[in-house]
Nanobody, 115 residues
Framework: QVQLVESGGGLVQAGGSLRLSCAASGSIFRANAMGWYRQAPGKQRELVAR???????NYAGSVQGRFTISRDNAKDTVYLQMNSLKPEDTAVYYCNADYVSHNYWGQGTQVTVSS
């Protein structure tokens, strides 16, 4: 069982930055991939960014060039640096850990971008 705890969300003006953190209770080194997803009101949860065990990354087109995902295996923590935030980035952001045998989710952290 792995627990994921997100932090770093909050209210920011458009154009601002936030850094989200996801601390895992188990080794993220063993995960196939770690990811950040988001869900806005009335919308489906969508992939924002993903980083593989080999540190390959992929991003949603809407955040490409603005967001950066990174991982610190020594701290069992994954980060999402979000720059040039837009009102449409407003959502609950969830951390995901993809292991061979199971998929884990955090409880989510709210990000609100005001115009």
């Amino acid at each position: 069982q792995v627990q994921l705890v997100e932090s770093g969300g909050g209210l920011v003006q458009a154009g601002g930055s936030l850094r989200l953190s996801c601390a895992a209770s188990g080794s993220i080194f063993r995960a196939n991939a770690m990811g950040w997803y988001r869900q806005a009101p009335g919308k489906q949860r969508e992939l924002v960014a993903r980083i593989s065990s080999g540190s390959s990354t992929n991003y949603a087109g809407s955040v490409q060039g603005r967001f950066t995902i990174s991982r610190d295996n020594a701290k069992d923590t994954v980060y999402l640096q979000m720059n040039s935030l837009k009102p449409e980035d407003t959502a609950v952001y969830y951390c995901n850990a993809d292991y061979v045998s199971h998929n884990y989710w955090g409880q989510g952290t709210q990000v609100t971008v005001s115009s």
